[in-house]
């Protein structure tokens, strides 16, 4: 029988076989759930980490499993696990949430927990085009990067750098499209993606900025799979072996429209803990539930826009979401922390004890280059460099809070004081652990701006400590 509002539940069914649901399903047996546990996934496939098919594309052969990666053997954990029956609808209210799969089976529980994971974008016409997201993709692409081999990758960013830069080291003819100015800048700003764009030419990466792709056409029949031509809104037509379309992603929510408030993005708004806070635009019909339908809905991972003591609502996506974020949202779902979406001043006078927070983390390997990106950069923010880029070794952007201050801060030296969003390091490997320790204490960081800006200062030494 269902399970009242506040008891713990007696069965959970996890929509999402990748890191962030396999994370959720070991965290709920590593806390004592008892229950039924299920478990569906859409790819037919164990749970792997997805970083690796696009950074180690040639080096890796077949995906890197968790259950040898985290030790999370997923058979022994769920008590009814369907890694090839996706989610095709969810209905959830007082009593129960109900689940239908592909199969046209309906799997009832006390309490879902969306980790859903992500889709790739892929436009309408650009049928010819491949993507980059899952181990049968990556196997494909694999098979294609060859020297000589014409590859056209639309969309300089995370993935269509890293891609490019793999598939060019492999002596493929690698052209990549930007309808930007510049390598990331949705992801980096301006300034700091222009200062990427050289890593293209030095890697034998073609870089074709400021055009937008207008369509993309298939090969002759019997042409190797994938390959086609590339029209550009300017005219010019790129003929490939292979064209990749690395545009974006999505959270995989499509299957919920009607039953839960999808933001625009398509994801969902839930609180600190992870659970479905409900919140909805005027115009959609969906998300007026009851709150006892509330608390039976929880989101983790790529789906889920949660709130953060430091970045507010953060979009998933980023891998230490899906790494992390289980964690909190299974002690709160079994009532072992029933405040754990409060915020930390709350939690302090209630003498409990604090959550761990994670500042957003993207690391990529790019062209000959690491970077690591802790925080959130905001096209409002101010951007200086820690480091040169056009020196040997290493640097940084810190991107500042550009808030309106009647009454700047100044350190009894008279150096700026300045509270830093998100911090990205270029090939700088020595000092991620600390930013790291920086980025995830759950309050602002602030530093004192001439120290920060010096590369010889470690920059845990310029934290400013009023």
């Known amino acids: 029988m269902p399970s009242t509002p506040g008891q713990v539940p007696s069965s959970v069914v996890v929509v999402g076989a990748g890191l962030a649901g396999a994370q959720t399903s070991a965290a709920l047996r590593q806390h004592g759930f008892e229950g039924h546990l299920t478990v569906l996934g859409a790819e037919g496939l164990p749970p792997y980490d997805r970083p690796p098919l696009s950074k180690e594309l040639l080096k890796r052969t077949e995906p890197v499993w968790l259950a040898d990666d985290l030790g999370i053997d997923l058979p022994a954990l769920v008590d009814d696990l369907r890694l090839a029956d996706p989610a095709t609808r969810l209905e959830a209210d007082r009593e129960q949430v109900v689940v239908r799969t592909a199969s046209g089976d309906d799997v009832m529980a006390d309490a879902v927990v969306l980790a859903c994971g992500s889709a790739p974008l892929r436009p309408a016409g650009w049928d010819a085009a491949m993507t980059l997201h899952t181990a049968g993709d990556a196997e494909r692409l694999r098979a294609a990067a060859v020297p000589g081999t014409r590859i056209v990758v639309v969309g300089a960013g995370w993935i269509?750098?890293?891609?490019?830069?793999?598939?060019?080291?492999?002596?493929?003819?690698?052209?990549?499209?930007?309808?930007?100015?510049?390598?990331?800048?949705?992801?980096?700003?301006?300034?700091?993606?222009?200062?990427?764009?050289?890593?293209?030419?030095?890697?034998?990466?073609?870089?074709?900025?400021?055009?937008?792709?207008?369509?993309?056409?298939?090969?002759?029949?019997?042409?190797?799979?994938?390959?086609?031509?590339?029209?550009?809104?300017?005219?010019r037509v790129l003929e490939a072996d292979l064209v990749l379309a690395a545009v974006g992603a999505r959270p995989a929510s499509g299957w919920l429209a009607g039953s839960l408030p999808l933001e625009s993005n398509g994801g969902l708004r839930v609180n600190r803990a992870g659970r479905l806070t409900g919140l909805h635009s005027p115009t959609d019909p969906a998300g007026r539930l009851h709150l006892d339908a509330l608390r039976r809905v929880w989101a983790v991972g790529d789906i889920a826009t949660?709130?953060?003591?430091?970045?507010?609502?953060?979009?998933?996506?980023?891998?230490?979401?899906?790494?992390?974020?289980?964690?909190?949202?299974?002690?709160?779902?079994?009532?072992?922390?029933?405040?754990?979406?409060?915020?930390?001043?709350?939690?302090?006078?209630?003498?409990?004890?604090?959550?761990?927070?994670?500042?957003?983390?993207?690391?990529?390997?790019?062209?000959?280059?690491?970077?690591?990106?802790?925080?959130?950069?905001?096209?409002?923010?101010?951007?200086?460099?820690?480091?040169?880029?056009?020196?040997?070794?290493?640097?940084?952007?810190?991107?500042?809070?550009?808030?309106?201050?009647?009454?700047?801060?100044?350190?009894?030296?008279?150096?700026?004081?300045?509270?830093?969003?998100?911090?990205?390091?270029?090939?700088?490997?020595?000092?991620?652990?600390?930013?790291?320790?920086?980025?995830?204490?759950?309050?602002?960081?602030?530093?004192?701006?001439e120290r920060a800006l010096d590369p010889t200062v470690k920059l845990k030494d310029a934290v400013f400590r009023p």
Do not use: C
Not at 167 to 184: D, I, S, Y
Not at 306 to 333: C, I, K, M, N, Y
Not at 371 to 378: C, E, K, M, N
Not at 413 to 438: M, N
């Open 160 to 235: 269509g750098a890293e891609v490019a830069g793999v598939a060019a080291g492999a002596g493929a003819q690698v052209t990549v499209v930007e309808a930007g100015p510049v390598p990331l800048e949705r992801q980096l700003g301006r300034h700091v993606g222009g200062l990427l764009a050289p890593w293209y030419d030095a890697a034998g990466v073609t870089l074709v900025t400021d055009v937008a792709v207008e369509k993309v056409l298939p090969g002759p029949a019997g042409d190797t799979p994938g390959g086609g031509s590339v029209v550009l809104a300017d005219g």
């Open 306 to 449: 949660r709130e953060h003591p430091v970045f507010g609502p953060v979009p998933g996506g980023h891998w230490s979401a899906a790494l992390h974020d289980p964690e909190v949202t299974v002690r709160a779902l079994l009532g072992l922390d029933e405040r754990a979406a409060e915020p930390e001043h709350v939690r302090e006078r209630l003498g409990l004890a604090p959550i761990t927070s994670h500042a957003p983390y993207v690391f990529s390997q790019q062209l000959g280059h690491d970077l690591a990106l802790f925080g959130v950069p905001s096209p409002f923010d101010e951007v200086v460099l820690r480091g040169t880029p056009t020196a040997s070794g290493g640097w940084a952007a810190l991107y500042l809070e550009n808030a309106l201050d009647r009454h700047p801060r100044r350190t009894p030296e008279g150096h700026r004081v300045a509270t830093v969003r998100a911090v990205l390091l270029v090939d700088s490997p020595r000092e991620v652990g600390q930013v790291r320790k920086l980025m995830n204490r759950g309050v602002p960081l602030t530093v004192d701006l």
